[in-house]
């Protein structure tokens, strides 16, 4: 398990991301840096008009990837607080579907730490999207998220409670 | 010994069913249980090149052995962000 | 003379920044990412206790240097649009002394271009800081600005109504 | 001829002022005018190395030619953002 930063914000939501609101929450007093990124809903997509959009998560590993890269900014870059939220089900354009703001006392560490967690949730996060055209609807082409090529058999964790 | 299999994404509309509890054998590996799922549902197997396998919330390669109460999902590529 | 990107938003102020708005605005519905920066006021300046802050500027080349950023930024990178505020007068801790948001279709070129700006701002803008300690005030250490170390003598521009 | 000259942050501060009118000779360059206004100002003399000069809101050569009417900065080292 990790350590909880206590004022990190990660979150999984189906209501609409109040941007500004977490933007503020993320800054101390000691910080002099905020940077955010806000992915949102394009109204095209390869050339064709989008007319909504549909994520759909695996929401417990989700949270799990996303408490991961958090832990991961606080370990590698010199950051106060982050916020990483994503949002689920129907979205319209113009929406956000993810929200990341990371504070800290010098701008180097915030920019380079929100892009890390963009890109690594991009490639790491269980959760998908369905683009929806005025001819129909298709799961976006994704990332292959890297995973172990083969188990170390001789000491895989056991399952909650080890009930063998 | 009893397995739970979650579906997302592409996968889930295909197999009709985002989660089941399976039966495999005792010392059955996650690519077991997927040959075991692909049985009823050959329209998976296309599929397994670009799927990547989580065991208990964690990506797992696809020997990894299973215990009784794990949670497998097999996953499409992700579109997150 | 530069071309005005008619959505940009380059702006002195000596109000409260409003980022969430400035941020709302850049964005378009063909646009899938916003990067923004918040520079903000940070308690302590060299291990010292900060009270509080006042920005001052050379305002009309300020704002002629600002939006020479912005054409850069639409030049160089494929972006949207650019918002780019700066306070002046008093600036109480944790207030945002800096904003900046640019919008684009795809990720990479929001974040460049949002880093560039600053990065950029900090060097070149004629704006300057004064510190406020408890027991007194410094002008911070700046930057000094890139400038022509000789002048092509033959050709220098007129000013404005060319009255010799 | 006349020209504009404004200062800003500590110069400002040093100066007295934040804006003069001077009169120079035909053919002065900008740094004729900084030395014309060290003269009543000795103490800016020794900011002189980390300044920067305007002229008509972009930066400019210490030895650029000066016209009637032109509006020269001298910048401290910059510390917005």
């Known amino acids: 398990m990790t350590t909880s930063h206590r004022h990190d914000r990660i979150e999984l939501t189906r209501e609409v991301i109040p941007s500004g609101a977490i933007a503020s929450e993320v800054r101390a007093d000691e910080d002099g840096a905020v940077a955010t990124f806000d992915g949102c809903v394009r109204n095209h997509s390869h050339g064709r008009s989008t007319l909504h959009l549909e994520y759909e998560a695996y929401e417990s590993m989700a949270l799990a990837k996303m408490r991961e890269i958090a832990e991961h900014l606080h370990a590698h870059y010199a950051i106060d607080r982050v916020a990483m939220v994503h949002r689920l089900g129907r979205l319209e354009i113009g929406e956000t579907s993810v929200f990341i703001a990371v504070s800290s006392a010098h701008r180097a560490a915030a ?3 929100c892009r890390y967690a963009i890109d690594t949730l991009k490639k790491t996060v269980p959760i998908w ?20 090529a083969a188990s170390a058999d001789a000491e895989t964790p056991a399952a909650e409670p080890a009930s063998n | 010994m009893i397995v739970k299999v979650l579906y997302f994404g592409r996968l889930k509309e295909l197999s009709g069913s985002s989660e089941e509890s399976v039966e495999v054998r005792d010392g059955a590996r996650i690519e077991d249980l997927f040959a075991h799922c692909s049985m009823s549902r050959p329209e998976l197997r296309k599929f397994r090149a670009s799927l990547v396998a989580a065991r208990n ?3 797992a390669a696809w020997d990894t052995p299973l215990r009784a109460g794990d949670e497998v999902g097999f996953l499409p590529p992700v579109s997150g962000g």
């Open chain 2, 57 to 59: 919330r964690e990506f």
């Open chain 1, 111 to 113: 920019f380079d730490a």
């Open chain 1, 129 to 148: 999207k369905k683009e929806f055209f005025a001819d129909g609807a298709v799961w976006a082409d994704g990332e292959v998220p890297p995973a172990p």
